[in-house]
C-alpha cells in the first residue's frame, strides 16, 4: 500500500513563499510521476504541476508558472512543492499524487494539506 503525506501548509501573507512536502512509503519503485494538486472550497480540483518519478523533468499550470517550483529528494521519498509570491488565490487544500502508469489518472492521493494567503 502506497501512503502520501503532505505537510508544510499554513497562513502566510501576499507576496510571501510557502514550501511544501509529500513523502512517499510503500511500494513506489517504477512510478511514473508525482503531482500536485489544490482545490478551494466549492471549486473543482485543479492541476497545479507535477516532476516525472525518474529524472527532473517538470511540468506546470499556466497559473502558477515562474512562481511555483517541484524538486524531489530521492533519498527521502520526498517531493516538494516551492511556492513564490503568493497569492490570495492560490489559497486551497494542497494535495499530491502520484502516478504508477502513463495514464491520465492518478493511483494515490495524500490527504491534503490546507494553504491560506491573507493579508
Known amino acids: 500500500q502506497v501512503q502520501l503525506v503532505e505537510s508544510g501548509g499554513g497562513l502566510v501573507q501576499p507576496g510571501g513563499s510557502l514550501r511544501l512536502s509529500c513523502a512517499a512509503s510503500?511500494?513506489?519503485?517504477?512510478?511514473?510521476?508525482m503531482g500536485w494538486f489544490r482545490q478551494a472550497p466549492g471549486k473543482e480540483r485543479e492541476f497545479v504541476g507535477h516532476?516525472?518519478?525518474?529524472?527532473?523533468?517538470?511540468y506546470y499550470a499556466d497559473s502558477v508558472k515562474g512562481r511555483f517550483q517541484i524538486s524531489r529528494d530521492n533519498a527521502k521519498n520526498t517531493v516538494y512543492l516551492q511556492m513564490n509570491s503568493l497569492k490570495p488565490e492560490d489559497t486551497a487544500v494542497y494535495y499530491c499524487?502520484?502516478?504508477?502508469?502513463?495514464?491520465?489518472?492518478?493511483?494515490?492521493w495524500g490527504q491534503g494539506t490546507q494553504v491560506t494567503v491573507s493579508s
Open positions: 499524487a502520484l502516478k504508477v502508469t502513463m495514464s491520465a489518472t492518478y493511483d494515490y
Open positions: 510503500g511500494s513506489i519503485f517504477n512510478s511514473k510521476s
Open positions: 516532476i516525472r518519478w525518474s529524472g527532473d523533468t517538470t
